[in-house]
């Protein structure tokens, strides 16, 4: 997980309410879904990108989403990693570039800003849909026919290397203390809802297109142990960190990845669910598919 590049970190302005936070998170989520599909969409540009000009005209770029803060107000940052500087903000939004989640130092780093001051928000949404592939979906009728052929060949290829990347990524479900990631859920447009936050979409057309479904956390996926947990690793993958800089000295950025051996026996899976966080339903599907929590 590449937590830092694609992170926006929002500054104290007096006006941000734990709750205006939370809905902008949720606006967020939709914003992968709603941005770019009006011209001839650009060549791809990495997912989640903030501050270069092509995120502005990626259906997966995250300009749009910083604009949306700044014009409530909020002051915007996009630093490079994990640092004392974060003192000064209220809130944390973070999009992952991967299918994977945040690794577990990141989490133990984030879980201890919020705790250092109330009032502090953490929104996070994770990868589990790319807007390249439904805009060339919806968009592969009004090509000319004489290019229908190439287009058709374009989008098979691209849905078989995200198919590939997201089992390379995330094998099997697995357990990450803020939810478990359920890889089996088979993928899913809803168009019904249900919870506190319904209402506001009952107005709306659309739907939201559900893949990798991150479920609350509960005692019940502890018996859900991933395969590889205790089993020797290829490779001799070594535990990501994140690095904080002191005083005026720049060090090296170490990214703090998720990666499928960072639990490396059942005592630090079991460790994982000591103190799970009691959780609150804000935005489900009708038949119980979790879409929102707090």
Known sequence: MRILSETDHYRRSGRWPWQRATVCGWLSCCLLVLTGCGNVLPELTPFGAVKNTDSYRSVNGLAAHKKMWESTGAKC???????????????????????????????DWLENWLRRERGRSLIYFGRDFNADLYYRQQTLGSLPEEQRSAGEQALAKAQARELSR??????????????????????????????????????????????????????????????????????????????????????????????????????????????????????????????IFR
Not at 89 to 95: E, F, K, Q, R, T
């Open 166 to 291: 997201r089992i390379r990524e995330i094998p099997e479900g697995t357990f990450c203390r803020w939810f478990y990631m359920d890889t089996n859920h088979l993928r899913s447009d809803i168009e019904q809802f249900s919870g506190p936050w319904a209402e506001e979409l009952a107005d709306l057309s659309g739907t939201w297109p559900v893949g990798v479904v991150l479920r609350p956390p509960e005692p019940r996926w502890r018996s859900s142990q991933p395969s590889w947990l205790g089993k020797a690793t290829a490779g001799g993958l070594q535990p990501a960190s994140v690095v904080v800089s002191s005083g005026d000295e720049e060090d090296r950025i170490r990214r703090s990845r998720w990666q499928y051996n960072e639990l490396e026996d059942k005592e630090q899976w079991n460790e994982e669910f000591r103190k799970l966080a009691q959780t609150e339903m804000l935005l489900e599907s009708q038949d119980g598919l979790p879409l």
């Open 77 to 107: 940052l996009t630093p490079q990693k994990l640092s004392p500087k974060l003192e000064t903000m209220d809130a944390i939004v973070l999009v992952g570039q991967s299918y994977g989640p945040p690794g577990r130092e990141a989490r």
